[in-house]
Structures are given as structure tokens and as C-alpha cells.
């Protein structure tokens, strides 16, 4: 699966306002809401639903990313946003150091395999110091957007 496949490029977010994990997780469910991929008079469900989801466990994975996830009925196929953080954000990850670039994927309820397909997409890349360096360089949607359709034709792989 490719990124083009599941992430949503007009939601995301090259700076993000909020600067704690519930707050950026709250306006990159919000921007997704935004860009029509919730379904109306979903977002609060879905912000409360990521948080419990990350309370559970921290989806900080070191390095300077984080990838919350939850699967939620409000949405009918795999959709994902990119927000980046220029001041760094605590998110309780694995290494102790904050967190500049954030996944946030949704996925529903009763499609497990497609939510596979995505997380692996997702950490197939970011297992790339190179990757990683690029999406925390990226300063606006088209470099993002840009950096991810690279991504899909394997120029990091």
C-alpha cells in the first residue's frame, strides 16, 4: 500500500498550534474532520477514541515520531494525516525525546487487514534515517505531499 493510498495531503499540517499530545492529536483529528474524511458529527468521538487509544499505550516510537492510531466506525476506509511540530511535542516515547513529526491513522472498525497494510506501509519508511530527516525538514503541504509520493516510488527504500 502506498501513502498516496491513505493519506489525506490537503489535511496536513506543516505546524502545528498545539504543543501537547492530546491537544496535536485533537487538531490533526480536527483538520481530517475539515477536509470531509469523518463523516459529520464524528470528530469529538474520534479526538476521545485516539486519546484513550494513546493513554493505553504511547505511540511515541522514538526518533522523533509518533504514529497514534485507533481504529472507529466514522470512517469507511484507512485515511491518515501528517502534522509536524517544529518545537517538538512530549508524547512519552520509547526514547524519552519529543516527538516533530506525527502519523495519526484511522481505520475501520472491520477492515483489519487494510489497517495492517497502512501501519506497515507507514513503519516500512520510517525505519529510514533518511526518511525521517526529509519529513522533519518539510515546512508545508506540497513538501510533504511531495516527500510521501517519493516515498511511494521507493526512492528511500
Do not use: W
Not at 44 to 58: H, M
Amino acid at each position: 500500500m502506498k501513502f498516496a493510498d491513505f493519506v489525506c495531503f490537503e489535511a496536513a499540517i506543516p505546524e502545528l498550534q498545539a504543543r501537547d499530545r492530546d491537544g496535536v492529536m485533537a487538531e490533526l483529528v480536527s483538520s481530517l474532520d475539515k477536509a470531509g474524511k469523518l463523516g459529520k458529527g464524528n470528530r469529538k468521538e474520534v479526538i476521545r477514541a485516539v486519546t484513550k487509544r494513546e493513554n493505553e499505550a504511547s505511540t511515541g516510537m522514538g526518533r522523533g515520531i509518533a504514529v497514534p492510531h485507533v481504529k472507529h466506525k466514522a470512517v469507511k476506509d484507512v485515511v491518515a494525516v501528517i502534522g509536524q511540530c517544529s518545537a517538538g511535542i512530549d508524547f512519552s516515547s520509547l526514547d524519552k525525546q519529543p516527538v516533530y513529526s506525527v502519523i495519526l491513522l484511522i481505520s475501520p472498525v472491520d477492515n483489519a487487514d487494510k489497517h495492517l497494510q497502512a501501519m506497515e506501509s507507514i513503519f516500512k519508511h520510517l525505519q529510514h534515517e533518511k526518511f525521517r530527516k526529509f519529513l522533519r525538514q518539510c515546512r508545508s503541504i506540497s513538501q510533504i505531499e511531495d516527500l510521501l509520493r517519493e516515498a511511494d516510488e521507493s526512492v528511500f527504500v
